[in-house]
């Protein structure tokens, strides 16, 4: 069980990560197709679960299973985290990109602000 502290904590390290990948991906080229490997190459993290807080806290790694069923990404009534962050992967230039991930940004930033209410 993930403590409210925990879980504030991860979502907080998830909106930092998603807001430095947004600030790298803003400085590639618009048209030109997202390269994960680039990106690591340059700040040493992407958009894969390795490298996301509510990722490591919340995913059934010992099954390697991405249910991630008591994510807080998931527990809100909007798209859930994979569906969003699959329109991320499936973006096909940097521009697709960075409006599917404004979108995961602002979705992260509704769930902190719901956990932060709940006692």
């Known amino acids: 069980m993930v403590t409210k502290k925990a879980k504030i904590r991860a979502i ?3 909106i930092a990560h998603w ?9 590639q080229p618009i ?4 390269s ?8 040493k ?19 390697e299973d991405c249910s991630c069923e ?15 962050w699959i329109k991320v992967v499936e973006s096909n230039t940097w521009g697709n990109w ?5 979108k995961m940004l602002e979705k992260l930033i509704r769930c902190l602000k719901v956990a932060e209410r709940r006692k």
């Open 98 to 102: 960075l409006l599917a991930a404004d």
């Open 19 to 27: 807001r430095r990948m947004v600030k790298w991906a803003s400085t």
């Open 36 to 43: 994960r490997s680039e990106m690591f190459g340059d700040i």
């Open 31 to 34: 048209d030109k197709e997202p």
């Open 70 to 84: 008591n994510c807080p990404l998931n527990s809100d009534s909007s798209i859930s985290c994979c569906a969003q």
């Open 12 to 14: 907080k390290k998830s």
């Open 45 to 63: 993290e992407c958009w894969y679960g390795e490298n996301c807080a509510l990722c490591k806290t919340y995913a059934d790694n010992e099954n």
